[in-house]
């Protein structure tokens, strides 16, 4: 939230052309109606980073992100949105007004900070802790576990010691307040009036989020206890399901494939390596909410958890909540070591990054899996096999992709091709399981979230396109939260008479996986010549729409309104919008 007026945003951002913003950080070339360079934020030879003059926003074809001026130096400075603004205000000079805040805006904004200063103070002490007397045994186990110096300077990493109210001592005597105190997790009032500490005798392992805040911290016990791994709890600067470990590091290293990792030992060993791009989950289950932050910053992730039976049920979990996500899989997993960090110290950096190379297809490692279920010796099983298979196989779009693992597939278990051909088209000629389900709704759910973006793209075109649509569709029958915010605010804009650009949507974000999110929509969205429009329009309405009572009706097969929602989803094909009526 930005806290200033839209008024200031927009005097800001226009201030400020894009082009000359972005040019001081890369070399721009004018190609066309836009200007191109090499991506600041990925690897890359060919030019696939595009600037607009006329629209002010950035998109990269490469890697996918997007937005305006503010949206390019938090992503370019790492700045968070109110630090971005204020240093394109200085850079015209441009006076901030005091920001428009409320009281318990300016409340929140107060515990955040205070939160921020106090996981601040806390990695300074624990840090302290570990260098001194106190930290023996955290010194000890890390260097039985070869983390050197410099990665343990790098990671912030420290020591909370026995003494169990030492730290809350220290925020005291630093003049926080007992409320700031409690509410960042880090301390906790026990019945008789008594402050502990949450961490003690632990290996502290700080967690930082994108913009270089520390939100919360990992503990490892030191000697017997249990958990042998604790997390800071929830608090108004960290939610563990919408962060990992290392990510900050991972998206410095500005490559488009992540290592994923099931703890922060892992990803220190394998940061110290020399592979900067590897992230951690934070003790908790994978999940969308993780996979949306990969996306972000990643096109493809390569899942490394123990082999264990444990680590492949994870696995396991991860691979559908990823491609649903839109990345691409990958599968490692170590031999002759138990996880990548001992795997590192038996072979060396240079073996890891050979077998990194190694990583299979995620296909290929769940056919592997599936394979171990069965004897193919036994004809039965043998059959078995194979329809397990055409179901796995069945949710690939790509029919080239569906090939090369058949032949893999084949190869690896001898089964003829044709039969498992076979197998294949008889699900697709209707024989449902669950895995075709899931494809076909992945599939279905690709196509309406295009049609969004095109119904989207042709409400910002023209005010006459909003006065036909509004009355026909509201913005919560976009279904996503991301659309429905995006069209409220678009229906905002038109209702109180306020210019509607691709530069004034793209600019309502505060966040760069937003920015680059719409940034996204926008360009791929093709233009309709006048004829195609009306058809256009209308199947891109009623597409919308369908989807929006096919997630009303399988939501709640008991609602009592179930008739109707049904009635109303057949009448969807009956609407049909004019344009000679606009």
Do not use: W
């Not at 836009?34 to 990925?42: D, Q, T």
């Not at 220290?170 to 009036?193: Q, T």
């Amino acid at each position: 939230m930005s806290y200033y007026p839209r008024e200031v945003i927009d005097d800001i951002r226009s201030g400020n052309d894009i082009v000359d913003v972005v040019g001081q950080y890369v070399k721009l070339k004018r190609s066309g109606s836009s200007y191109v360079g090499l991506c600041p934020f990925h690897n890359e030879k060919t030019p696939s980073f595009h600037v607009h003059s006329d629209g002010q926003y950035y998109h990269c074809f490469g890697c996918g992100v997007g937005g305006d001026v503010i949206g390019f130096m938090m992503q370019y400075g790492n700045y968070s949105y109110l630090d971005a603004l204020r240093f394109l205000a200085d850079r015209i000079n441009y006076v901030l007004p005091e920001a428009e805040m409320t009281a318990d805006i300016i409340k929140k904004r107060e515990l955040k900070q205070n939160l921020y200063e106090i996981h601040k103070v806390a990695a300074r002490f624990y840090y302290e802790q570990l260098i001194s007397p106190n930290g023996k045994n955290a010194t000890e186990y890390l260097d039985s576990r070869q983390v050197k110096l410099g990665a343990r300077r790098k990671f912030g990493l420290g020591y909370s010691p026995i003494a169990k109210g030492a730290l809350y001592e220290v925020l005291k005597s630093r003049g926080f307040s007992e409320d700031s105190i409690l509410k960042s997790g880090l301390v906790y009032k026990k019945d008789d009036g008594n402050y502990f500490d949450k961490f003690f005798n632990r290996l502290m392992f700080p967690i930082i989020d994108v913009y270089g805040n520390i939100i919360g911290f990992g503990g490892r016990i030191l000697g017997e206890g249990q958990p042998k791994y604790l997390n800071s709890p929830e608090t108004e600067i960290f939610n563990k399901s919408r962060n990992l470990y290392n990510l900050n590091n991972a998206k410095a290293a500005k490559m488009r494939e992540f290592i994923l990792v099931e703890g922060y030992m892992d990803a220190i060993a394998i940061y110290q390596a020399g592979f900067y791009n590897v992230v951690a989950s934070l003790g908790t289950a994978f999940n969308e909410n993780h996979a949306k932050v990969l996306k972000s910053y990643a096109d493809s992730v390569i899942l490394l958890f123990d082999s264990d039976e444990a680590g492949v049920k994870a696995v396991l979990r991860a691979i559908p909540v990823l491609e649903n996500a839109g990345l691409k899989i990958k599968v490692l997993q170590v031999h002759d070591a138990k996880d990548p960090d001992e795997f590192i110290k038996k072979f060396g950096a240079l073996e890891f990054g050979e077998l990194l190379k190694s990583a299979k297809n995620h296909i290929i490692f769940q056919a592997e899996q599936i394979q171990k279920k069965y004897n193919l010796d036994s004809l039965d099983d043998k059959i078995a096999f194979s329809k397990d298979i055409a179901s796995l196989l069945s949710s690939v779009e790509s029919s080239i992709e569906t090939d090369a693992y058949l032949k893999e597939v084949s190869r690896m278990t001898q089964i003829d091709l044709p039969a498992i051909q076979n197998e294949i088209s008889k699900l697709n000629n209707g024989v449902k399981t669950v895995r075709m389900a899931t494809s076909n709704s992945k599939i279905n759910k690709n196509s309406i979230d295009e049609a969004r973006g095109g119904l989207i793209s042709i409400l910002v075109s023209n005010r006459v396109y909003y006065d036909l649509i509004s009355p026909n569709i509201k913005p919560e029958e976009f279904v996503d939260d991301f659309y429905i915010k995006t069209v409220k605010y678009i229906y905002s804009l038109y209702s109180e008479n306020k210019p509607v650009s691709k530069e004034s949507i793209i600019s309502f974000f505060d966040t760069v996986e937003e920015q680059s999110r719409i940034t996204k929509l926008f360009v791929k969205q093709a233009g309709y010549i006048d004829n195609e429009m009306e058809k256009a329009l209308n199947h891109l309405l009623r597409k919308v729409k369908e989807a929006y009572y096919d997630k009303m009706i399988s939501d709640d097969y008991s609602n009592p309104k179930l008739p109707e929602l049904m009635e109303l989803k057949r009448n969807v094909s009956k609407l049909y919008i004019s344009l000679s009526d606009g």
